[in-house]
């Protein structure tokens, strides 16, 4: 056990591998990570397009069009992941708050024909009716199976509503169904000209490749692709930030018979804010495993919380750490929202110990690792750094400060962050409750 930390610590403490970046004449930025260790590599697109940029009424309109994007690579959605996939390639996309990105991850000598199928869905024109109606339904379709079989997602779909009330994270990733529905094909194509352009994307390269041959590819497949340069340079635009409330906000949210559970965020800085890393150590002391703090409750007797997770949801304008609960049989859910609120604001007034943070510290040093070991968690991070925190480097920094981090810094984020002021409740419970089940 001692050796498999060691490794972990040292590995994920190791610096990353240099990259070469590379901005395009028509404002594109390139990202190249080689690896002659690695046995495969993953191309991806990057898009500074989401629920933060997107027009008001118009939700859903980032993921639509991502969707459309990928139609285009291919007759269809599924040709363009079938005809990849014949290759060895693995194809898919992604929707976040803060970017969108399509991607693919294959052997080495995929690179060539993964940049070339990219570069063609950039070349692709305007979607017809026809399309977006197809794609339309395809969202409103994926949205109705999520939320209908996620008690969870609703309850965080309507949590983060409140917390970021007339903020574009207030919108959800699928969209409000009305506003979906409502999507045009000139909204389409108006959307996609601002924000799906040369000068807000971005191409990473990770893996076994050779970056010389690589760069004359992707110069030749996307230099010719036009569009507004960049309102900044060297990087996205400055996305608004969410204004901070004064006061808790509620919620309900109505399930199944005998269903219930609770949902609390907290307002929490944003991924690039110094805090970052003490944020997440807090939330790993709070709910994370058996030694944490709402863990080692549940061998109280008169405990009345059954399941429960604590997540720090990093964003570029703005964050959440939030928790959810579900009571235990019999249990108020009143009395499961009061114990899970008071244990983790108390964690404001209650001293960090050293084992504590010692441990915190070594589970996310263990997770940076283990995403470090793939082409795929590599680029991810990527992304994540130049969309979420606007900087390459961000990762190594966000280490740096990691190690840093004492346990008076804890206690500090944990003042700065768990107040009352700054909480959203929503409560998912059923019309008819069960009368042998929580209420």
Same mark, same amino acid.
């Given at each position: ?150 008690? /969870?997602? %609703? ?5 983060? =509503? *409140?917390?970021?009330? +007339?903020?574009?994270?207030?919108? &959800? !990733? $699928? ?17 996609? /000209?601002? %924000? ?5 994307? =971005? *191409?990473?390269?990770? +893996?076994?490749?050779?970056?010389? &041959? !690589? $760069? ?26 969410? =204004? ?196």
């Amino acid at each position: 056990m001692l050796l498999v930390t060691i490794l972990a610590v040292s590995l994920f403490a190791a610096p990353t591998p240099g990259f070469q970046t590379v901005t395009l004449k028509n404002g594109m930025r390139v990202v190249l990570l080689p690896d002659p260790q690695a046995q495969a590599v993953d191309v991806a697109l990057w898009y500074e397009a989401g629920p933060l940029f997107e027009p008001k009424g118009k939700s859903g309109i980032t993921h639509l069009v991502e969707r459309l994007l990928v139609r285009s690579g291919g007759a269809d959605t599924a040709s363009f992941h079938t005809g990849l996939a014949l290759e060895g390639a693995q194809a898919s996309s992604i929707t976040t708050p803060d970017y969108s990105s399509i991607y693919a991850t294959g052997p080495a000598e995929t690179a060539d024909l993964v940049i070339r199928r990219l570069a063609a869905i950039g070349r692709s024109g305007p979607a017809d009716a026809a399309a977006v109606a197809a794609e339309r339904d395809a969202v409103l379709a994926e949205r109705s199976m999520r939320l209908e079989g996620s008690l /969870a997602a %609703r309850a965080l779909e309507r949590l983060f =509503a *409140l917390a970021f009330e +007339g903020h574009g994270y207030a919108r &959800p !990733v $699928l969209g409000i169904a009305s506003e979906v529905s409502s999507i045009t094909p000139e909204d389409v194509a108006a959307y996609r /000209a601002e %924000r799906f352009m040369p000068g807000t994307m =971005a *191409l990473s390269v990770v +893996g076994r490749f050779d970056p010389k &041959p !690589v $760069l004359a590819a992707i110069k030749k497949e996307f230099e010719p692709l036009k569009g507004p340069k960049p309102a900044k340079k060297n990087g996205a635009t400055r996305p608004p930030s969410p =204004a901070t409330p004064d006061e808790e906000r509620r919620g309900t949210e109505q399930g199944p018979s005998g269903a219930a559970a609770v949902a609390v965020g907290w307002r929490a800085p944003a991924a690039g804010d110094a805090d970052r890393a003490a944020v997440e150590i807090l939330v790993r002391i709070a709910g994370s495993g058996p030694d944490s703090r709402l863990g080692r409750r549940q061998s109280e007797s008169e405990w009345p919380i059954g399941l429960s997770r604590v997540v720090f949801d990093a964003r570029r304008a703005g964050s959440a750490l939030y928790a959810m609960a579900v009571p235990n049989p019999g249990a108020e859910l009143e009395a499961a929202e009061r114990s899970l609120v008071g244990t983790l604001e108390q964690m404001a007034a209650e001293p960090i110990t050293a084992d504590e943070l010692r441990r915190a510290r070594l589970a996310i040093e263990r997770d940076g690792m283990l995403e470090q070991q793939t082409v795929r968690g590599r680029a991810r991070q990527l992304g994540a750094a130049l969309y979420e925190e606007g900087e390459m480097r961000a990762k190594e920094k966000w280490r740096d400060a990691l190690s840093g981090v004492t346990e008076a810094d804890v206690q500090r984020a944990a003042v700065r962050v768990l107040k009352p002021a700054l909480r959203s409740v929503v409560r998912l419970q059923s019309t008819t409750p069960d009368s042998g089940g929580a209420r």
